[in-house]
């Protein structure tokens, strides 16, 4: 396969490279250039936002199938649909849990796809999507509205792969690292009174799903997580085993919680994976060895 990687320079998405080189892709990286593509995968610079400056990169490039790991809005959707019709038969659009945040209630079910159905979703591309404390203010919308978008425009197959909290690996965001930093030093965590359940999935697997996904057949959209949940206290007490302290949760209160601390529950129900053949490992199976990688 010659495969395309939108992004793919940190966490996950350079797993995701290194999976598809070891498989026998010939893979092509496209980014701003911070960051240099692993040994024997061809590196394009360019901004995605861009059109002129993307098509400029690509030259007359054609790909089996193009894995977008950046896409946060229908803006840059839009860009991807005019600039890869005619360069791909197959487009990944790695997405989010975060699409289900204001639809999960506590105790409630497991969210299917059918929840967040981007043919119907309303895209507004007169927002400031542009503006970047705007953007990340609203990225499960923005994620929501590309799915949208893509489904509408794309004249090409069009798959979306909805990724559960990704744990594990050189994760940039640091949450687990609060954990791990704040109970080993005996200091609070500010939780929600009541915190609620969510999926999660390990970064190394999360790869191994983006790369088979680039190869198969399916589209619309997919949920991609482990087995079983956790809600914060569980994940704090997972900590507190680790580095040998009792975790001191503070609940209630007005100021902001620590990350992965929700009060409405959006656990994913990942049957439609199964069907599709698709696999995943339970959380206690790598929860673990992610912490410990956290601790340094």
Request: aromatic share 8%; hydrophobic share 45%; proline share 7%.
């Amino acid at each position: 396969m010659d495969v395309c990687v939108i992004g793919g320079s940190r966490h996950f998405g350079r797993q995701l490279v290194e999976e598809l080189r070891e498989a026998g892709a010939a893979v092509t990286v496209v980014n701003r250039g911070s960051t240099p593509a692993p040994a024997g995968v061809t590196r394009l610079c360019a901004d995605r936002d861009d059109g002129a400056a993307l098509r400029a990169a690509l030259g007359d490039r054609r790909f089996d199938a193009v894995v977008d790991q950046v896409c946060y809005s229908p803006l840059q959707a839009a860009v991807a649909a005019e600039v890869f019709a005619g360069r791909t038969r197959r487009y990944l659009l790695t997405s989010t849990v975060e699409v289900y945040a204001e639809l999960g209630r506590p105790d409630g079910p497991a969210l299917a796809e059918p929840s967040v159905d981007p043919a119907v979703w309303p895209v507004d591309l007169a927002r400031p999507w542009a503006d970047p404390a705007f953007l990340a203010a609203h990225y499960g919308e923005g994620k929501r509205q590309a799915e949208a978008l893509l489904t509408r425009r794309a004249p090409f197959e069009l798959a979306t792969v909805r990724t559960a909290h990704v744990l594990g690996g050189a994760d940039f965001t640091a949450r687990l690292a609060h954990y791990v930093e704040r109970i080993g030093r005996g200091l609070p965590v500010a939780v929600h009174a009541a915190p609620q359940p969510a999926s999660f999935v390990h970064a190394p697997e999360i790869a191994r799903f983006l790369a088979r996904a680039a190869a198969a057949d399916f589209t619309g959209p997919v949920n991609a997580a482990s087995h079983g949940t956790l809600d914060v206290r569980e994940l704090c007490a997972a900590v507190g085993r680790a580095v040998g302290r009792e975790p001191v949760l503070t609940p209630g209160g007005d100021g902001p919680r620590s990350p992965f601390s929700f009060d409405r529950g959006y656990p994913m129900d990942t049957g439609r994976a199964a069907r599709l053949g698709f696999s995943f490992s339970s959380i206690g199976d790598w929860l673990p060895q992610v912490i410990e990688e956290a601790r340094g």
